[in-house]
């Protein structure tokens, strides 16, 4: 049905816009007032992707035929994606790659487990609850520079860390050792992100629930498998992406802890950062690309795979589609009744 928007005052004998539905007037309305926030999405997000893909194709400085320094940039088409994966640049590019997602596997996986723990504590009802729930949260709370610098002191060869292992460790030297203190420090720092966001997944459970398998003889570990988990499992797949995908851009971590120069713990970040120091902005501006289109191709995997509710939209389109089998249902059996 046709629906007439309000006439202004004055304006009789003017033509009146007619919408083809009430959804369409309260959709340009919101378009309208939504549009500011997409204009600053596209000036914060937007035009700086695109003007990294530019610089991509681009060098900067250099000499021309003559032996004098060219000013600005000069168009280099793909040179600076093909110089990556030939002679010593690709080996360190993949040496780069396989760190990036050595670190994103190990620490992700580990930070899951102890975070889900961490929830399951923090959801249980027991004196002191408020206390165990600010402490835990106090790592995730500190800067990421704050909490390398702490743990840099943790791990210097006088440290804490080698006093207790009873040991002489070098963890800032290139090898396994600083591997594993970037890794700690991660899970140290960000395990509490995760357990933030499957408490609220588990705060969404019915206790009916439970009482009701509990009546069943279910086991406390039955109960966890088959329940629990089900049911958190949207909370728990969006924290393991938000990680997974700022672990893949890991830089401040261990380029405080350990280092540059180190290529056990360089990651692509790290070596797009290393290549803008050197004003070598293309080939910057290459890697990072890369490490985007990496990011991306990993969080539609991520999505499509597993289901990742994201934006939080699929519930209300299983109850739309439900609801739609319901009408159809209800619409056969009415056609059925006419005589």
């Not at 049905?1 to 959804?23: N, Y």
């Not at 929830?119 to 002191?128: E, H, P, Q, S, W």
């Not at 991306?296 to 795979?305: G, R, T």
Request: aromatic share 10%; proline share 5%; glycine share 8%.
């Amino acid at each position: 049905m046709a629906v007439a928007a309000p006439a202004p005052v004055g304006s009789r004998g003017k033509k009146t816009k007619e919408w083809k539905s009430p959804d369409e007037g309260q959709g340009r309305l919101a378009a309208i007032m939504l549009s500011p926030t997409f204009l600053v999405l596209i000036l914060v997000i937007g035009l700086p992707i695109l003007l990294g893909i530019r610089q991509s194709f681009y060098t900067t400085g250099g000499l021309d035929a003559q032996g004098f320094a060219i000013e600005g940039d000069q168009f280099n088409g793909l040179k600076n994606y093909t110089a990556i994966f030939h002679g010593a640049t690709a080996d360190r590019f993949w040496n780069a790659f396989y760190v990036t997602t050595l670190f994103t596997v190990v620490c992700v996986v580990i930070e899951t487990v102890i975070g889900t723990a961490m929830a399951l504590i923090m959801n249980r009802a027991f004196k002191g609850r408020s206390l165990i729930r600010a402490s835990i949260l106090i790592p995730w709370a500190i800067p990421t520079v704050v909490s390398a610098v702490l743990w840099k002191w943790i791990f210097n060869a006088n440290g804490v860390a080698n006093d207790v292992l009873g040991n002489q460790i070098l963890w800032s030297t290139d090898g396994i050792q600083a591997q594993m203190a970037v890794i700690i420090a991660d899970t140290w720092k960000t395990a509490p992100f995760i357990g933030l966001l499957v408490l609220a997944g588990l705060q969404v459970i019915p206790e009916e629930v439970y009482e009701a398998a509990k009546i069943d003889g279910s086991s406390t570990w039955n109960s966890f498998l088959h329940i629990t988990l089900p049911l958190v499992k949207p909370a728990l797949l969006v924290a393991v992406l938000f990680r997974m995908l700022q672990t893949l851009a890991m830089f401040d971590l261990p380029y405080v802890l350990v280092g540059k120069g180190k290529p056990s713990v360089e990651t692509l970040s790290i070596l797009a950062q290393q290549e803008s120091v050197n004003t070598r902005y293309g080939p910057a501006a290459a890697y990072a690309v890369l490490l985007f289109l990496y990011l991306v191709l990993l969080a539609y995997a991520f999505i499509k795979l597993l289901g990742a509710d994201v934006i939080g939209d699929a519930a209300p389109k299983r109850a739309k589609v439900k609801g739609q089998k319901r009408s159809k249902v209800g619409r056969s059996v009415a056609k059925g009744d006419m005589p």
